[in-house]
C-alpha cells in the first residue's frame, strides 16, 4: 500500500478550488478565439472579446473569471493500492473546499437545507463521485459548477423508439428553452444511456473534456459535431444576443442500458467551464 | 457606443434601443431578491425608501468577497427573471434602469413602455471585467441581508447591452430570429 497523507489531500483541494475559478482553460480561451472568427454579429463579437479580456484579468490577478464560484464537484480516481493516513478522504476534501473558498476569496453559495436555505459559510460540502480503479495514485479533479447553468439542465427518460432524432430534438429544444440564462456560450454535456440516476453523472462527467478532443468513437464524434451544428443554428449566440455561436463544444458520455430504456441527460455549462486536475 | 451617466431622465432612456451597447457612469445601487422583497413591502406601506431611487439603476448581482486592496470581488450579473414580480412597482416608483442577464416577464416589458424604463444585460461571467470598472462600493441599505444588502456602486464605463427599450422592443427575441437557421 502507498500512503498518502490526509493533509497533502486537504492543501491540493484547496489549491485546485482557487486555480478552476481563477484560471480558465487554455482550451476555453482559444475556443473563444475561433469563435471571434466565425461570429458574424458585431455584438456577439464585442462579448467574446470581453470574455477573453475577462480570463486574462482573473488570471494574472488570481480573482475568479464569475462571481458564482459555483458547487464544489470533485471527481475523485482513488487506486485501490492507496492508504489515507490520518483520516478520511471525504473529510480531507470537504475540509480543502472549506480553506480554498475562504482562503481564495470565493463566494460561498452552499446552503444547508434546500428549504430552510441557510448559507454553509465555507461552500461545503462539496458533491464527490469516487471511482476505485487500480494502481496507487489518487487523481482529483475539483470542477466548480455555477448555479445559472446546472439550473438548464435535465433528464428525460427517452425509449429505443424515440432513436437518434428524438435524442437529438431533446438536447437542441432543451438548449433553445435555456436561451439566454446559461450564459452562453455554452459547453453542453450529454448522457446517454445506463439509468435514472447514471446518465446524469454521465453527462456532468463529459464536461471534463477537453475542447477540441475528439470523442474515440467515430460513431459519436460524428454525433457530437452533429449537435453542435444544429444547436450553432439556433441563433441564440453569446449571451443570447443573437449570433452562430451558442455553444463552443458537445461531449457524449454513454454506458449500456437496459433494453426498455434509453435515458438522456443534458447538463449544461456556461462558458466558465472550470475543472483543475492534479495526481498524488 | 454611447456612454450615458446617472441618474437617467426620461430623454436619456427614450434615446437608448434594443441592442445599443452602452457605458454606464455614475452611481448604481445592487439589489437581489430579499432586497427587493423589502423595498416592495416599503412602497406598498407608504414608507419611505432607505435609498432614493428615482432615476436609478439597479444592478442584479452578488459579488465574490473582495479580495485585500480591492474596492469589490468579482461581480458579473446574476439572472433577471427572479426579480420580475417586483419590478413594475419599482418602475411605477421612479426607478429607470435594471441591469441583469436573461429574460424579462411580459410584465416587465409592458412596465418598460408605461413608464419609460430600460432593462440591460452585462455579460454573464465577466465578473473579473466588470470589478474593473467598480471603483467604489458601500453597503448602505439592508446590512443584515449580508451578501443580500443594497450597496451603492460608483462606475466608471460599466458596459452593458440594451435588451429591453422604452419601445417595446426586445434583443433576445429579435437577435435569436435574425441568425435562426433551424
Request: glycine share 10%; charged share 25%.
Amino acid at each position: 500500500m502507498r500512503e498518502i497523507k490526509y493533509q497533502d489531500i486537504v492543501d491540493t483541494v484547496a489549491r485546485l478550488c482557487v486555480e478552476a475559478n481563477c484560471i480558465i482553460g487554455e482550451d476555453i480561451v482559444e475556443a473563444f478565439r475561433k469563435a471571434l472568427q466565425i461570429e458574424e454579429s458585431p455584438t456577439g463579437r464585442e462579448i467574446l472579446k470581453q470574455l477573453i479580456e475577462n480570463t486574462e484579468i482573473a488570471k494574472k490577478e488570481m480573482i475568479p473569471a464569475c462571481q458564482d464560484t459555483g458547487t464544489a464537484v470533485v471527481f475523485v480516481e482513488l487506486g485501490s493500492g492507496v492508504r489515507i493516513t490520518d483520516g478520511e478522504l471525504f473529510d480531507a476534501i470537504n475540509k480543502g473546499v472549506a480553506k480554498g473558498y475562504t482562503e481564495g476569496y470565493l463566494r460561498k453559495s452552499i446552503v444547508a437545507d434546500p428549504l430552510r436555505r441557510k448559507n454553509t459559510g465555507d461552500n461545503t460540502p462539496a458533491v464527490i463521485h469516487v471511482e476505485i480503479v487500480s494502481g496507487d495514485r489518487l487523481k482529483i479533479t475539483v470542477a466548480p459548477k455555477g448555479g445559472g447553468s446546472e439550473n438548464m439542465s435535465e433528464v428525460k427518460m427517452l425509449t429505443p423508439a424515440h432513436g437518434w432524432e428524438g435524442i437529438k430534438n431533446f438536447v437542441v429544444d432543451r438548449v433553445l428553452r435555456s436561451k439566454a440564462n446559461p450564459c452562453p456560450p455554452i459547453l453542453v454535456g450529454v448522457g446517454i444511456g445506463g439509468n435514472f440516476e447514471k446518465v446524469a453523472y454521465l453527462a456532468k462527467k463529459a464536461l471534463l473534456r477537453e475542447i477540441g478532443s475528439v470523442h474515440p468513437d467515430p460513431f459519436y464524434a460524428e454525433k457530437e459535431k452533429e449537435l453542435l451544428e444544429e444547436i450553432n443554428k439556433t441563433g441564440i449566440g453569446p449571451q443570447g444576443f443573437g449570433g452562430r455561436i451558442t455553444a463552443l463544444a458537445v461531449f457524449i458520455e454513454t454506458y449500456p442500458c437496459h433494453i426498455a430504456s434509453m435515458p438522456v441527460a443534458v447538463n449544461i455549462n456556461c462558458h466558465a467551464a472550470r475543472h483543475k486536475t492534479a495526481v498524488l | 457606443m454611447k456612454r450615458i451617466t446617472t441618474p437617467l431622465t426620461d430623454e436619456i432612456v427614450k434615446d437608448l434601443k434594443a441592442g445599443d451597447s452602452v457605458l454606464i457612469s455614475g452611481i448604481i445601487y445592487t439589489g437581489r431578491d430579499l432586497a427587493h422583497k423589502r423595498l416592495v413591502d416599503a412602497i406598498n406601506n407608504n414608507q419611505p425608501l432607505p435609498v432614493d431611487l428615482k432615476g436609478q439603476i439597479i444592478y442584479y448581482v452578488g459579488p465574490a468577497p473582495a479580495k485585500p486592496g480591492y474596492p469589490i470581488g468579482p461581480a458579473g450579473p446574476t439572472t433577471s427573471e427572479r426579480m420580475d414580480p417586483y419590478t413594475p412597482t419599482l418602475l411605477a416608483y421612479g426607478m429607470k434602469g435594471m441591469i441583469g442577464k436573461g429574460n424579462r416577464s411580459p410584465e416587465v416589458i409592458e412596465a418598460l413602455k408605461k413608464y419609460i424604463g430600460v432593462y440591460f444585460a452585462a455579460v454573464g461571467g465577466a465578473a473579473a471585467l466588470i470589478a474593473k470598472r467598480i471603483k467604489k462600493a458601500e453597503v448602505v441599505a439592508y446590512d443584515d441581508l449580508g451578501p443580500e444588502a443594497i450597496m451603492r456602486l460608483e462606475v466608471e464605463d460599466f458596459p452593458v447591452v440594451v435588451v429591453n427599450d422604452c419601445y417595446g422592443n426586445d434583443l433576445y427575441e429579435e437577435g435569436m430570429k435574425q441568425y435562426r437557421r433551424l
